[in-house]
């Protein structure tokens, strides 16, 4: 009986039933650990199989978690027969996936729909329910298929339980959560009283108030009571932390079995299927049903009724049951698990590996095999754990040397934390030649680009020379030589310096056969945009269209050589795929990547606000995980944000931040990033002379250098401030220059920012079509930031052409754009022209972004008695540089231009707001 569950049992069942008829669909029971959602599991379960329903168990084992598709092998087993009647492409999928046979590994998505097309297979004859328990510690390959399954309108059920409901949220559309909640009070004292009937009064109230109502902890605790204790002529112990208490419980319980029962859990635990069958290959059989017994009788296991499988009650019975076996029988458990006759190659392997206990040349073969095997399909995971344990296993030094090397790179190519990097280098060291392109040149050169030493001459030079040396020798393996050049072209792209460029050229050409897809695009759309890229553009889009199926590598080169060249939009599912794939633990340095091209492309697309979530989160993982090159550019993003939404001295400080980083380590894509920053800031303060230094300190007007991607996305700021600081002739010349090398026809941005600089410099005949045509441009409204710039632009020129209501209309549509996103520069400068059109844009005194912070008016009222920048500066614990880009923002806010006017400004800003009737806004049209 379950006590006090009954809507949770009524929110079971008619799940169960309406999944059943057809309705099909996936629940989640979360709850504290020990809260009874095992139990509610149980439940689900015999109603389903009461009702007909064919029942398909898994649970999660933290140690199996490096085996891929484990618990989706749980699951399929009673399938397979099933095999035969699937098509080709969905029967090869499940049985390459699966380990049963060899091929080449199969898409995600391509399991995903090789399970669901198996499992409505055998729904036909009856419904189906899938049971798991712990889903957080099923494998990853596994859990990602299974929340990929659409199973609504079907015949099949999914009914996990889990300690949270993190994962649920990131999973499937269909799925529903159910929190499974501790007990009220009267039902916890039912309990124990039914448990428990003789323990006196002081003894229950003492344990209710213990337990908070937790199922588990109600059973477990008057248990681990000795008779003294439970009859209260004894004190009760003091209190513990709970999972101790359990975990204590746990382990006194499984110590009370006999040693063969004891083993052949360690055995069913580390083998880690619940397949009784194995079990029984392996031990005499009345070992095996006396054990069985034994630890049935005990409360740790479940069987089914054919007595095939094996399921604990709790996860914490598995530790327990590792806990109290030395390292020596688990090694011996080990060694009896690889000799099972129907046991997998891969689960074979591990096995052997965790029972060595010297060197093995033999067993390191074996998982190097493995993680070949495991890089291929994507598990990039498993790959590194399988190299690491194969070098340690390695006798012959050289041997090692090469596998730890394998780890290495692959840490830093892919998975693994940075700062490990070091460890696995120095493995490499005492037996590498450096007269080859080895993944031990690659690592060392990611190492050096990525960490904290942030080397790019030095990566450069350490990688350029193995590379030169590779393509001279016939034998280097062809996949490190396309390594070698992918690192060499992302180092090139940080140094963005033409000698770091042409030595790259020429050694692509020499790779037979030619360079890769995503490396000549990468080349091409991401090295040079805006001179080579218009030739590629259709492969680009064609390698962007097949995303879908690409590898978690292959998605972030494509995104890279995408995000200059206006194709981050399309890359974006694919992109988020992977970042929620990462954030449950894999492909650290591919999260970073697939996090950093998001965040540009949400500044692009005014989601703002996601952006500052997302550039946070970015920057916390680059850190931790050792990544400090490349959490600089997550600092870009957020200087970039906070010089356009006002907040110059951030963005000053982060960009002087970036400098400081960028600069003696020559990292010119860093310096650049800078510069935007810089200039974006001088805009939004209205300094437009420091505006048009910054941004032709990259990019000389009429001028677009090579190897400066980021000379694209400062196109309307040049422009901008070239014609706001007088120099009509720079910003017409760049104009030129844009439209020579054909900028407009590279995307649909840059069309748009390239048509509004156009009509930006247009003469008085010319500038409304011009406008016109840039407004016109297809889904200009993608990019709201640059489409409300424009019109800001146009509004003013036609305000100055005494065309005033379609001023207004511009401005107007400009100002709700700049509000929305926060831009409050660009949103005061609209309602300055809108007032000089005649209309108020915003009662005086009522907008936040016209209203002085506390900070900033404190730095006015001791500038406006007479302190100067440095001595405000001194008094309030700030730079006289931080002091001067707050008064740069209280200027225009009070509607002055000098420190002269501040105390009048300062005295009438303080009066009340006149309560008459103020202008407003006209509708936007």
């Not at 400062?714 to 901008?720: F, Y």
């Not at 730095?859 to 006289?880: D, E, F, V, W, Y």
Request: aromatic residues 4%.
């Amino acid at each position: 009986m379950l006590y006090g569950r009954d809507h949770d049992l009524a929110v079971i069942a008619a799940f169960v039933d309406g999944a059943a008829d057809k309705g099909g669909g996936s629940l989640l029971v979360t709850g504290d650990a020990g809260v009874g959602k095992s139990a509610l599991l149980h439940a689900a379960v015999a109603r389903a199989v009461d009702g007909g329903v064919r029942v398909l168990r898994a649970a999660g084992a933290e140690f199996e978690g490096d085996l891929r598709f484990a618990g989706l092998h749980q699951i399929l087993h009673p399938l397979l027969d099933g095999l035969a009647d699937l098509s080709e492409q969905h029967r090869n999928a499940l049985t390459v996936a699966l380990g049963f046979a060899s091929g080449q590994a199969p898409a995600q998505h391509a399991v995903t729909g090789a399970t669901m097309a198996l499992l409505r297979h055998a729904s036909q004859a009856r419904p189906l329910l899938l049971a798991i328990d712990d889903l957080p510690w099923l494998d990853r390959g596994s859990a990602t298929v299974l929340r990929s399954l659409d199973l609504a309108a079907t015949r099949i059920g999914m009914l996990a339980v889990t300690r949270d409901d993190h994962s649920a949220r990131r999973g499937s559309g269909v799925t529903r959560v159910h929190e499974l909640a501790p007990l009220d009070d009267q039902s916890a004292a039912a309990l124990l009283a039914d448990r428990f009937p003789a323990l006196p009064p002081e003894v229950r109230r003492r344990l209710l108030a213990e337990a908070l109502g937790n199922p588990l902890t109600l059973q477990e605790l008057p248990a681990a009571l000795d008779a003294a204790q439970r009859s209260g002529s004894a004190p009760l112990p003091h209190v513990l932390p709970l999972s101790r208490r359990l975990q204590a419980v746990f382990t006194s319980r499984v110590a009370e079995l006999p040693p063969s029962s004891q083993h052949l859990l360690l055995l069913a635990v580390l083998d880690g299927t619940g397949d009784l069958s194995a079990l029984r290959s392996l031990l005499p059989d009345h070992v095996v049903t006396e054990a069985l017994r034994d630890a049935q009788e005990a409360g740790l296991i479940d069987l089914d009724r054919a007595m095939t499988r094996l399921d604990f009650r709790h996860p914490l019975i598995r530790s327990a049951v590792v806990e109290l076996s030395t390292a020596g029988e688990q090694r011996r458990a080990h060694e009896v698990l690889a000799r099972r006759p129907d046991g997998d190659e891969e689960r074979r392997t591990w096995h052997l590996a965790h029972a060595a206990v010297e060197p093995d040349e033999q067993v390191a073969e074996l998982l190097e095999q493995l993680a070949r095997r495991a890089r291929g399909r994507g598990d990039v995971a498993g790959a590194v754990a399988a190299f690491t344990r194969a070098a340690a296993l390695s006798p012959d030094r050289r041997d090692r040397s090469r596998r730890a090397a394998a780890a290495a790179y692959l840490g830093t190519d892919a998975t693994g934390n940075l700062l490990d990097v070091p460890r696995l280098l120095e493995a490499c060291r005492p037996t590498h030649d450096a007269d080859a392109t080895s993944l031990t040149t690659l690592a060392a050169a990611h190492h050096l680009l990525l960490s904290g030493i942030g080397d790019v001459d030095s990566a450069y030079r350490l990688l350029i020379k193995a590379v030169d040396t590779g393509l001279s020798q016939a034998d280097t393996p062809h996949d490190v030589l396309q390594e070698g050049l992918y690192t060499l072209a992302w180092i090139s792209f940080f140094g963005a310096r033409a000698e770091l460029r042409e030595p790259l050229e020429r050694a692509v050409t020499r790779l037979t056969p030619r360079a890769p897809e995503s490396l000549a695009l990468l080349m091409s759309c991401l090295g040079d945009p805006v001179h080579t890229s218009l030739p590629d553009l259709r492969r680009l889009d064609d390698a962007v269209g097949g995303l879908a199926a690409a590898d978690p590598v292959e998605v972030i080169r494509i995104g890279m050589a995408g995000q200059y060249v206006g194709r981050l939009k399309t890359c974006r599912p694919a992109l988020q795929r992977l970042l929620e794939e990462g954030r449950e633990g894999e492909h650290v340095t591919l999260t970073i990547h697939a996090m950093n091209l998001l965040s540009r492309h949400c500044y692009e697309s005014g989601e703002w606000d996601q952006l500052a979530h997302l550039s946070e989160e970015g920057l916390r993982l680059s850190r931790r995980h050792g990544y400090h090159l490349l959490a600089q550019t997550f600092l870009h993003h957020q200087a970039l944000l906070a010089a356009t939404r006002g907040d110059t001295a951030r963005a000053e400080d982060l960009a002087h931040e970036i400098t400081r980083f960028a600069a003696p380590r020559r990292i010119q894509l860093l310096l650049t990033l800078a510069a935007e920053i810089r200039t974006r800031a001088a805009l939004g303060r209205g300094d437009y002379e420091a505006a048009f230094l910054q941004a032709t300190s990259v990019s000389p007007a009429g001028v677009l250098p090579h190897f400066q991607g980021p000379t694209l996305w400062l196109i309307p700021d040049l422009v901008e401030s070239a014609i706001l600081s007088g120099r009509h002739t720079e910003a017409e010349a760049h104009v030129a220059a844009l439209r020579r090398a054909q900028v407009p026809a590279i995307s649909d941005r840059l069309a748009l920012v390239t048509h509004g600089a156009a009509a930006m410099t247009a003469d008085d005949d010319r500038f409304v079509a011009q406008f016109e045509r840039a407004l016109a441009q297809p889904d200009a409204d993608t990019w709201p930031f640059d489409l409300a710039r424009i019109r800001l632009f146009y509004g003013e020129r036609l305000r100055r052409d005494k065309a005033t209501q379609a001023a207004r209309d511009q401005l107007s549509a400009a100002l709700t754009t700049f509000t929305q996103l926060g831009a409050s520069p660009w949103a005061d400068r609209a309602r300055s022209e809108l007032r000089a059109s005649g209309l108020a844009a915003v009662q005086a005194g009522a907008s936040p972004d016209t209203r002085l912070s506390p900070q900033q008016d404190e730095i006015a009222r001791l500038a406006a008695a007479g302190m100067t920048n440095k001595q405000i500066g001194q008094r309030l614990h700030l730079s006289p540089r931080t002091v001067g880009s707050h008064l740069y923002q209280v200027f225009p806010k009070l509607g002055i231009t000098s420190r002269a006017a501040l105390r009048d400004a300062l005295q009438e800003a303080s009066k009340p707001a006149d309560a008459g009737p103020k202008d407003t806004v006209p509708p936007q049209p």
